[in-house]
């Protein structure tokens, strides 16, 4: 892991926001200390936890899980996550020409989410209102990746933005190792298939949501980004206080995502659900507008292709009947291949329509990507 970075580039303090005062219907998540992992049995003891919080808000333990939940005890300090919050506003504030140059723009023609991805290019639900979100993704700094789309302003904080990257994958390491355990796997069955030196679409991204007008947000339900799974493994939210994420529970409410001190926000996305057979399920969530005493405040969030993407051999997935018989007629689908895809299934239009009860497809993987 490259070493802590001794000497920062000078730039204005982050201050995290005020929380909310209004009382919202916040979502039952758990929240898991990571800090005892090194213990003696902790792996197995925080895998247990962990089962039962992906479990809690919407299924029975040993039939089928998903949802989001949060970790604290990471062992990265608030100061290196507010400093990527300050990197993330500096490049936002920078003039919209320079943020937007030709050669930092991410492709959605092709799927590429590496670069810089503009707002006020889509219109929201068939309306003519536009959509408010500007992100940038923030590729792996691996040989491999060396020619994607980055930004030239970033570029200077290249130490920090690779180091605070390792340090992700840490998080993510031990999270993945308590899935696998769950699963009845060898623990490292799923970081095997997550190495930072392998290629894939990884990425560090900032974002951030500018406010709207009320009377915009009225004519398309709130609705700041329209409600999705995510497509990858896992998505890592650095809590920040502004409320507006929420997620769909089984009974079809949405319910706030409250935030963590100091903490993470994590999801199961598409790929670490297919690979549990549905077992761990990609959970819908969304962004709306975010309450009267925060509605004029900016939102910034910080969220291997050749891997096949197919049902793990668990034990506990052969018990219960999850994993179908395979005769070898159906080609796996690689992780390239289905992130891709997906991206541009999702981004390369001009319009964020309602899509409620479609399906996406690649090849033997069907996900719903529900829009309500």
Known sequence: MP???????????????????????????????????DEPDGEEKLASQLKEAVSKLFCFVEVSCDGFFSVTGTGIPAEEVYRQFAIATAFFNLPFAERNSADSRCNFATGNYFGYRAMHE??????????????????????ELANEPRHAFLEQFQPELEAFQHRSFEVVRKLLTLFAIILELPKSYFVDRHRYEDRSEDHLRYMRYHPRPLDDDAKIDNTWSRSHTDFGSLTLLWSQN????????????????????????????????????????STIHRVVRPPPDQDGDYRVGLPGDDVDIAPAPSPLLK???????????????????????????????????????QKFRVGNLETEDEVA
């Open 319 to 357: 018990r219960l009947g999850k994993i179908p018989e395979n005769d070898g007629s159906v080609k796996p689908v690689k992780g390239y291949e289905y992130v891709r895809e997906r991206v541009k299934n999702y981004h390369d239009h001009t319009d964020y329509a309602d899509r409620k009860g």
């Open 122 to 143: 889509k219109k929201m639900k068939g309306t003519d209102v536009l959509d408010n979100v500007e992100s940038i993704n923030i590729a792996k700094y691996i040989p």
């Open 242 to 281: 502004i409320a507006g994420l929420q997620i769909r529970t089984r009974e079809g409410n949405w319910k706030y995502v409250r935030p963590v001190d100091n903490g993470i926000i994590l999801n199961v996305g598409d790929t670490l659900s297919f690979w549990s057979a549905g077992y761990f399920k």
């Open 3 to 37: 070493s802590a970075v001794s000497e920062q580039i000078p730039l204005p303090q982050w201050t995290p926001p005020a929380k909310t005062k209004h009382d919202l219907p916040w979502a039952d998540l758990s929240v898991i200390d990571l800090s005892s992992y």
